[in-house]
């Protein structure tokens, strides 16, 4: 289905809606005013390596959301400096070599165009919705104001972005030149209202990973078809984490969360099977390392990540040298 937006009114659903969503981030992450804690850091795939950026400012006290640019060499992410309040948020950006660094400006949630020149990103307060603007804050344009949470495409024509405004939530795909937009519904099992913020898009561009919000308090994660005519629904697990990341393999789903036996929160991954998802956790992690956030480069060699700002940096020289192998490769047979 095709439909022409316009930017309308938000309603009284979608205000609340919105409320719900920061007050689940305020509790199930991000504090309402910022706290010390968070620095960004490069990790080898193999966590042999392990280095910090601290070109950014040190003002910004609380980093999420990092993403990488489609080339690798650049990092995005939202951040807060001290005693700042959830909505205070700025979009970040840094180079991965350790320079560069710029604040472009309010917003959170930010995503890289592939040829880096323009970024999607979300905003709160009286410009709450989903924009673009070139790579230096300027020419913003508001994409829509009932929209939360956009990634680019990998073909670097098209966004895809969440809404509320029908009574089952579903997903935007809209084109950047032509403003045409395409509604994308979740079409399943079960009806939801929406979809949690930091979803992501499978390397091909076809799916979406995210985690939902329904009736009975469902809040399963799963994947979603946004190309073909009719959407289909898959279900990797009953409910999980909102922070998801497609591996450039196409075959896992990486996210952080403190398992049964962690002292802290690590990296895991569900694993695409032909007819089932397993959950593993990723190897080569010490035990008492704390990961925040998480995102994989395109080439599968390295991560970007947010964690406490007394995190330890390591070299491969310490632990026997690194590898570009992918320490998970092992569980590509039987995949899809």
């Not at 032509?178 to 939801?192: D, K, N, Y």
């Not at 390397?203 to 985690?211: N, S, T």
């Not at 991954?269 to 956030?293: C, H, M, T």
């Amino acid at each position: 289905m095709r439909i022409n937006r316009k930017p309308t009114l938000i309603s009284t659903q979608t205000c609340l809606l919105f409320t719900l969503m920061a007050t689940a981030v305020i509790l199930g992450g991000l504090p309402s005013k910022a706290i010390a804690g968070r620095g960004l850091f490069l990790i080898s795939s193999d966590f042999k390596t392990i280095k910090r950026i601290d070109a950014v400012d040190e003002k910004f006290k609380v980093l999420g959301s990092p993403e990488f640019s489609f080339d690798g060499k650049t990092i995005v992410l939202d951040g807060w400096e001290a005693g700042q309040k959830l909505d205070d948020s700025r979009i970040l950006i840094v180079n991965a070599d350790n320079t560069g660094f710029k604040d472009i400006g309010d917003g959170c949630l930010p995503s890289l165009s592939p040829d880096g020149k323009t970024i999607a990103y979300s905003r709160y307060n009286n410009s709450r919705g989903v924009w673009l603007s070139d790579n230096k804050g300027k020419n913003k344009r508001q994409i829509a104001t009932d929209g939360w949470s956009i990634k680019w495409l990998p073909d670097g024509k098209h966004v895809v972005y969440t809404t509320s405004d029908t009574p089952f939530g579903r997903f935007i795909i809209y084109n950047v030149d032509t403003e045409e937009s395409t509604a994308v519904p979740l079409i399943g099992a079960v009806p939801f209202w929406m979809s949690y913020w930091n979803f992501d898009v499978s390397p091909d561009g076809k799916q979406v990973a995210f985690k939902g919000s329904g009736p009975n308090n469902l809040k399963p994660v799963m994947i979603a078809n946004i190309i073909e005519n009719t959407p289909s629904l898959k279900t990797l697990a009953q409910s999980g984490p909102m922070e998801l990341c497609w591996h450039p393999d196409g075959k896992k789903i990486l996210f952080v969360r403190k398992g049964r036996n962690d002292e802290h929160r690590q990296l895991y991954y569900y694993l695409l099977r032909n007819d089932d998802v397993l959950e593993k956790k990723w190897p080569g992690q010490d035990d008492s390392f704390s990961i925040s956030a998480c995102v994989i480069s395109r080439d599968g060699k390295q991560f970007a990540v947010t964690a406490p700002e007394d995190t330890p940096e390591k070299s491969a020289d310490e632990d026997g040298g690194t590898t570009d192998e992918d320490p998970a490769a092992g569980d590509a047979s039987n995949d899809q």
